[in-house]
């Protein structure tokens, strides 16, 4: 929330500058005093967890871009020199790599939390909305990043993938024959392609980083949703960022760290698929095309549908309806846990996701191709059906009171009430 | 700073008569706006093929060594082309169906027109209907259909299969079965000699 400033510079220097450039200022309202509810639980640390992995990408990334070399005879070769002559080479790229896969499994966590805990809900749309765009420059950033490695997998998912927007020839005749020979810089994917998208895919992750620094100045409007789901009432309701944040996401942080190390250590190729391991070749496709796991119910979804334009807007869609979903959802309760209705849809929405996932995975033929089609059906039906109707049908469970109930319950809450945890800041203190 | 002394601009006191200021501030709105688009564009039309790979290259491809049955991939503009030397029954089994049936009916055939019906002869090398001259990738999503090598699975019809998604090609390089919206592209060529193929 919008709170006043507690910022009380310390020295004459610290003075000057809160004068000038109120930096300080900033960063001891908006991550120290600020006031976050008490009752958050482990699923709230994703977002510094994604916050960390943003920046483990973009370090790592740069000091592999000091050896990769962007062109159709070089991509692949470069990419085993890092392997193998670079010092430290191969674990800076498989700290990328897997890291690649790390940052999808948090970003795919918090937007669960985001859906089950109602996040979305007014006044936090726009914290919303820009949360599904960093989904989307994330999407967009790491496939141009698996490209790059320029081996049969790379190449093959970029034509294929390129090869969705000629789907628009339907609609307008060479329109789309037009637009992905302007993303090619050719006639089939090659130099020149990989060129661009090594340039984007540099970009991106800076895009990446300006649309959270609005993501998080987005969430300090309103302060942060929680379990309970209900707004902060009182000073009690809340306790500072610092210390309790800090450290229940930094105790989070290293517990992911532990997954994070274990696979880069151990398991490094283990997301991955052996074909990117043989060099593009533009005459071969591989008998089995399958996108990173991470892209899998999408690919599912794509899948699902017979014809090639229908399937291309399904997939678009699959992703673009979460820009609705504040809208779409009509329940005036944040927080599923008092849903008792929603919450069992809620849970086969979930499964509908594992299931498209594994299914993106086997070939699209025969029962495999009928259950897409079905969990397919109800991936929509989730947003456009039950997100609508159930939140007017459904009489929810009674909400606490207060942040606090929630915590201590309705008899701890009146018999003890000066019992907040309040712990005072140093600036506090100081003051 | 100006302030509320500053004496106002007499153009500014009547707020319903369009004034000068309003013309100027259009135009210059205007121009702004058309040079910027036409700024945009250079940096947009950069991303297009360049003029070496526009270049119309052409490939000469010797074929006296493909016998009946066999077939060849080569490569132009960077795509594979299929080359193969129909058989009598791959040809008659081509010919053995109505074109009205075929879920493309159009020829696809660059050296035709663009309304040419899909019949074997128009898919066909002209006046040497035994050989087939075709942009080998599916045109579902790009892939390279199976059925150049003697080996391989050539689908329900004889012709090419598509791994990625299943698609079915017939012996005329026809779509018959699958997700893939066309028949399978004709590049622009001709016949130089008996045993030589120009592409492009």
């Given amino acids: ?431 | 700073m100006a302030t509320h002394e500053t004496p106002l601009d007499p153009s500014l006191a009547g707020d319903d008569e369009p004034t000068r200021r309003d013309v100027i501030l259009i135009a210059a709105g205007g121009f702004a706006a058309i040079g910027g688009a036409a700024a945009l564009w250079p940096l947009l039309d950069q991303m297009n093929p360049d003029q070496s790979a526009l270049s119309m290259a052409t490939t000469d491809i010797d074929i006296s060594h493909v016998e009946a049955g066999q077939a060849i991939t080569v490569m132009w503009r960077g795509k594979p082309i299929f080359i193969r030397h129909r058989t009598e029954q791959e040809i008659d089994k081509a010919k053995d169906f109505a074109v009205d049936d075929l879920p493309d009916p159009l020829a696809r055939n660059a050296n035709l027109t663009e309304d040419a019906p899909a019949t074997d002869d128009n898919r066909a090398a002209k006046d040497r209907e035994s050989w087939l001259v075709m942009i080998g990738i599916c045109t579902h999503l790009g892939c390279i259909p199976k059925g150049q090598a003697v080996g391989d699975y050539k689908g329900e019809y004889g012709g090419w299969f598509c791994p990625c998604h299943g698609s079915q090609y017939d012996t005329a390089g026809r779509i018959r079965k699958g997700p893939a919206p066309e028949n399978l592209a004709i590049p622009p060529y001709a016949f130089s000699s008996d045993t030589k193929i120009k592409i492009g």
């Avoid at chain 1, 795919?108 to 936090?124: D, E, Q």
């Avoid at chain 1, 895009?207 to 309970?228: D, E, R």
């Fill in chain 1, 1 to 431: 929330m919008a709170h006043p400033s507690t910022y009380h510079p310390q020295s004459g220097a610290a003075r000057w500058l809160d004068s000038r450039l109120p930096v300080p200022r900033l960063m001891h309202d908006q991550f120290l005093a600020f006031p976050t509810p008490r009752n958050l639980n482990y699923w709230w640390t994703f977002g510094g967890i994604l916050t960390f992995m943003l920046g483990v990408q973009i370090v790592t990334g740069i000091v592999l871009a000091m050896h990769y070399v962007p062109t159709e005879q070089g991509a692949f070769n470069s990419v085993e020199h890092i392997m193998r002559d670079v010092n430290w080479g191969w674990l800076l790229r498989y700290i990328h790599a897997v890291g690649a896969s790390m940052f999808f499994l948090a970003v795919y966590i918090h937007t669960f939390r985001g859906l089950y805990y109602g996040s979305y809900k007014a006044p936090r749309e726009v914290l919303w909305i820009l949360g599904v765009l960093i989904l989307l420059l994330m999407i967009a950033t790491a496939f141009m990043g698996y490209s790059l490695v320029w081996g049969q997998m790379s190449f093959w998912a970029v034509t294929v993938i390129t090869n969705l927007f000629s789907s628009l020839d339907a609609v307008i005749p060479g329109l789309g024959t037009k637009l992905v020979q302007w993303i090619w810089g050719g006639f089939a994917v090659g130099g020149p392609t990989l060129n661009r998208l090594y340039a984007l895919h540099y970009l991106f992750p800076f895009v990446i980083a300006g649309v959270v620094v609005l993501h998080i100045w987005a969430l300090h409007i309103p302060g942060n949703n929680n379990p309970a789901g209900i707004e902060v009432k009182t000073a009690r309701d809340t306790v500072p960022f610092h210390p309790y944040y800090t450290i229940k996401d930094g105790f989070a942080l290293v517990a992911f760290i532990l997954v994070f190390a274990a696979m880069v250590f151990y398991a490094p190729n283990f997301l991955g698929h052996p074909d990117n391991y043989v060099p593009a070749n533009p005459l071969q496709t591989p008998p089995h095309i399958v996108p990173e796991w991470y892209f899998l119910p999408f690919y599912a979804i794509l899948r699902a549908l017979p014809n090639k334009l229908f399937g291309v807007i399904t997939l678009l869609s699959s992703i673009s309806i979460l820009f609705f979903v504040p809208w779409l959802d009509t329940s005036k309760v944040r927080s599923t846990s008092y849903r008792p209705i929603y919450k069992w849809f809620f849970l086969a929405f979930v499964i509908t996701c594992i299931a498209l996932g594994y299914l993106g995975s086997q070939p699209p033929e025969g029962w495999y191709l009928v259950l897409g089609r079905i969990f397919t059906v109800y991936y929509f039906a989730f947003f456009l059906v039950v997100m609508p109707v159930v939140g007017l049908i459904e009489r929810p469970r009674r909400l606490p009171g207060s942040i606090t109930e929630s915590v201590l319950g309705p008899e701890e809450t009146k018999a003890v009430p000066a019992a907040a945890p309040h712990r005072r800041t140093p600036a506090e203190v100081a003051s």
